[in-house]
């Protein structure tokens, strides 16, 4: 055999591998080596042959490297395979064809818009979603399945999905992503190279545990949201509020008379600003290895409901601790006359003693009475019992005339949580009173608005293995009023 013969039996050899979406066989890798050899030789004993003979060998395509030769042909079949595949699923038809006749992925786009055209049908409607897509759907799915999460409707397939584990799903979204031979990836490979951020793999994962975090956010066992004013701010700086009063009284007006200029009173009130409470955690290279699949189920649940109770904590803390308020009193002060003069459990006529204090509450720089009615009791759990004994029955519980009816009977809504019972040294007999959640005494803010913690898939530092997730929630607990809460010391 001539050069060119042996130059011609290698590409067969190449090219068959290709058409069988292969590597070379040992017999073929061995043939492949000879041929080799043979070229090698003839181009040692050809190099002082004539210019002619030098000629043809400088236009023969050399052939230096066995191994990368086949491995960028098999990875260039495959992306065209994998184009082809997906393009044609796009409009429900089958790429073999396309695929055996050798045809590249401009041909097969040709072909689709001519038939298009011909049917009628515009080649391209709104946004189509590819196997990725559909895959990553129907993987977060199963997932969340898989852990125990309730889906009303799952993306098709995925119950087929639910049963892979986290490296088998990994290596399958490789593959949809054209990563060459991911089936025989290692662990650490997947994990060192190809887990970044951006990957399909990792938004599954992502989308998942994010899925986990916002209902267990929501279910988290809290209180502060039934009867605190929710409200929001737009940035970090510290923001001015003012109590408005009350406005000067319609004067008579006599003929030709002119209308007396008045300035409605107010004073300054509470200043609110918002803090960033967050934190960090892991899910490690043994997790993953180990299919640990209660760590998403788990650990962002657990940070979820640590992320609301320590609103709730906050807020009940700032209520018991009795703190220093923008003129300078304690929140519950004589003069701000908001300490009942009886101090026992919830009673007719404790409750009586809270309620006239309340109403009898005068606006900001005047003597006008705001009338507030009472709305909340808020007691701690050592107190539950006896408040809603109390609250929910239609006779006096105190006297023994079954006769006498209770004044306060279901008047109120009773808000108990356990933040209370230790939050001081009396705090599991101190208990309030409060106005509706407009006129709340603690208002809880949120930047824009958001109250729903933020949760961020980010790249772990060098030499960490893994994934790692930040959360973080914008939000500022203020006093606002001390006229619209009363509280009682107990016995």
Request: hydrophobic share 35%; aromatic share 6%; glycine share 6%.
């Amino acid at each position: 055999m001539n050069l060119r013969e042996l130059l011609d039996r290698q590409r067969e050899i190449v090219e068959a591998a290709k058409a069988e979406q292969r590597d070379l066989n040992e017999q073929e890798q061995r043939e492949f080596d000879q041929l080799q050899e043979k070229i090698n030789a003839i181009r040692e004993n050809e190099k002082n042959q004539a210019r002619d003979d030098t000629n043809i060998l400088k236009t023969a395509d050399p052939i230096q490297d066995t191994s990368d030769l086949v491995k960028q042909a098999m990875d260039t079949e495959r992306q065209r395979t994998a184009d082809i595949t997906n393009l044609c699923r796009h409009f429900d038809l089958e790429p073999d064809e396309y695929i055996k006749d050798g045809k590249s992925v401009e041909d097969v786009r040709a072909a689709i818009i001519e038939k298009q055209m011909k049917n009628g049908r515009p080649s391209s409607v709104g946004i189509i979603q590819d196997e990725g897509d559909k895959f990553r759907d129907a993987a977060r799915d199963g997932l969340a399945l898989r852990i125990g999460l309730d889906i009303e409707k799952p993306a098709e397939g995925a119950k087929d999905l639910r049963g892979l584990s986290l490296k088998e799903m990994a290596k399958e979204t490789l593959r949809l992503e054209g990563i060459p031979n991911a089936a025989r990836l290692s662990d650490d490979e997947i994990l060192r190279q190809y887990l970044t951020p951006t990957s399909l793999f990792t938004g599954i994962m992502d989308q998942t545990a994010r899925t986990v975090f916002e209902k267990a956010y929501t279910d988290a066992e809290t209180t502060y949201q039934l009867w605190t004013k929710r409200g929001t701010l737009k940035d970090f700086r510290p923001t001015k509020t003012y109590q408005v009063g009350t406005a000067g009284e319609l004067l008579e007006v006599p003929q030709n008379g002119e209308l007396k200029h008045d300035m409605v009173n107010a004073e300054e009130g509470p200043q609110r600003q918002l803090l960033t409470f967050g934190r960090q955690f892991s899910m490690s290279r043994q997790a993953f290895i180990n299919d640990d699949v209660d760590f998403i189920s788990t650990i962002p649940a657990l940070y979820a409901q640590s992320a609301r109770l320590g609103i709730n904590r906050l807020v009940y803390q700032l209520l018991a601790k009795n703190p220093a308020i923008w003129d300078g009193k304690t929140l519950f002060h004589t003069e701000h006359n908001n300490i009942a003069a009886v101090s026992s459990v919830p009673t007719v006529e404790a409750l009586s003693d809270m309620r006239i204090k309340m109403r009898n509450q005068k606006a900001a720089g005047g003597q006008v009475k705001l009338n507030i009615p009472s709305k909340f009791m808020i007691v701690p759990t050592a107190l539950e019992t006896k408040a809603g004994q109390f609250i929910g029955s239609n006779v006096d519980p105190d006297q023994t005339n079954p006769n006498i009816k209770n004044p306060f009977f279901n008047s109120l809504q009773i808000v108990s949580d356990a933040e209370l019972d230790d939050a001081t040294g009396n705090g599991a007999k101190e208990w309030y009173i409060t106005a509706d959640k407009l006129r709340s005494p603690i208002q809880v803010d949120f930047l824009n608005g958001v109250d729903m913690p933020t949760i961020v898939m980010k790249q772990p530092p060098a030499g960490q293995l893994g994934y790692m997730w930040d959360i973080y929630i914008d939000y500022g607990v203020t006093i606002v009023d001390y006229k619209t809460v009363v509280k009682n010391n107990g016995q």
